[in-house]
């Protein structure tokens, strides 16, 4: 089952610091790397405006998917969970 995520920049979010600059970087992208090395990030990264975030993620349930992204050193303080949908893909180029 897949989830998309939307997801924001949390409270210790320095403004006009590139993301490889903030606090936790290094940490955060390797328990990032992992979720994409272990399959359940498939898809991920910023939306245009730079203050939110979609993942498309395999998982069981929402309450997976809340549970993984918990463990994210970011999490709550450089970025915050806003929402876990399911979601029915009924396209999927991936499989040509």
Do not use: K, N, Y
């Not at 995520?5 to 328990?31: C, I, K, M, N, Y």
């Not at 549970?67 to 009924?90: K, M």
């Amino acid at each position: 089952m897949f989830h998309v995520t939307l997801g924001r920049r949390g409270p210790a979010w320095v403004p006009g610091r590139p993301v490889e600059e903030q606090s936790g970087w290094d940490e955060h992208a390797a328990f990032m790397d992992g979720l994409v090395e272990a399959g359940f990030v498939v898809l991920g990264g910023p939306l245009a405006d730079e203050h939110r975030v979609v993942l498309a993620v395999e998982a069981g349930s929402e309450d997976e998917v809340r549970a993984t992204l918990a463990r994210d050193p970011w999490h709550g303080s450089h970025l915050v969970v806003d929402a876990v949908e399911p979601w029915t893909i009924r396209l999927d180029g991936r499989r040509r």
